[in-house]
């Protein structure tokens, strides 16, 4: 079964179709064709074995017809499997609309891209050869504004560098991810803000958690208007779910007795709680 990191990277690329001829272009340095538009299509790239042949995504470059198909494969972690069907990914493509395929392998792990990198052979002397896109060639976006032109870029960005060893360059790429995030939908900007916030390595989590909010704007504004929108459903689970949410972008993993406890808590005590947790030192801080 897909990881929820998976689907999540698999997210950011069907939310915006052209992140990827972006990342051929800007970090793979791959010449692309002129085209007016980048769509997304079926996965389905086989009509015998659908689903035997079914990849994480399919982008095309249209210029009134298809210029370049873009193939995106998210790959966690070594599987030889893959490695026996990505080629029939690329020719079933290619075959169905007539144009150039790209591979393209994008990778949580730098190892994991060195894996996915090597040349598949054919047979005969001949060889397949993917575009892999490990975290260390992903660019980090630091700057807000050219953040919010591009958030699924930003988050990405958020998603490669969250362990980077300079805590300081990593929060700076979480806080522009995360603030270009506040002008997208209420669903999406949740699944960003988890994807950001897991992607931290343990020693940024803390130095996260320990900031005084009111001088990180992008946390506290999310927080705000995350509950805010859960408190305008009218619903208490509702409102429970964005505050469970919040808690563990404050505080790290909440744990199951108190997971239970604002499940069964009425509107009032959630609209309390919610109140403290900005300025709460501890998760317990916030339902005394």
């Known amino acids: ?135 260390s060639g992903v660019p980090e976006i630091t700057d807000v504004e050219t953040a919010r032109r591009d958030p699924e870029l930003a988050v990405l960005s958020a998603a490669a560098h969250g362990h980077d060893a300079d805590l300081e360059k990593a929060l700076r790429i979480a806080a522009a991810a995360s603030s270009a995030s506040l002008d997208l939908d209420p669903s ?25 909010p009111a001088k990180y704007e992008f946390q506290s504004e999310f927080l705000k208007r995350s509950f805010a929108e859960g408190k305008a459903e009218g619903k208490a689970e509702g409102e429970a779910q964005i505050l469970l949410k919040l808690l563990a972008l404050r505080f790290g993993v909440v744990p199951e007795n108190i997971v239970a406890q604002i499940r069964t808590a009425s509107t009032e005590d959630l609209e309390r709680y919610a109140e403290r947790v900005l300025s709460a030192e501890t998760l317990e801080d916030v339902l005394k």
């Not at 494969?73 to 790209?102: N, T």
């Not at 999406?188 to 005084?212: F, G, H, N, T």
Request: charged share 20%; with cysteine; glycine share 6%.
């Open 188 to 212: 999406v900007s949740l699944l960003y803000a988890d994807l950001i916030y897991s992607s931290l390595s343990e020693a940024a989590r803390k130095a996260l958690q320990e900031m005084d």
């Open 1 to 135: 079964m897909p990881s929820y990191l998976h689907e999540s990277l698999v997210a950011l690329f069907r939310n915006r179709p052209k992140l990827a001829p972006e990342l051929l272009h800007l970090a793979l340095d791959v010449d692309l064709p002129l085209y007016t538009e980048a769509k997304i299509d079926s996965a389905e790239l086989s009509e015998l074995q659908p689903t035997e042949y079914r990849a994480d995504l399919v982008v095309l470059l249209m210029d009134g017809k298809p210029v370049l198909g873009i193939v995106v494969e998210v790959q966690l972690s070594r599987d030889g499997h893959k490695r026996l069907v990505w080629p029939a990914y690329a020719m079933g493509l290619r075959a169905r609309f007539r144009c150039p395929v790209i591979l393209l392998v994008v990778c949580a792990d730098d190892g994991v891209a060195k894996w996915a990198a090597t040349p598949i052979e054919l047979g005969g002397g001949n060889q397949f050869v993917p575009m892999v896109l490990g975290p």
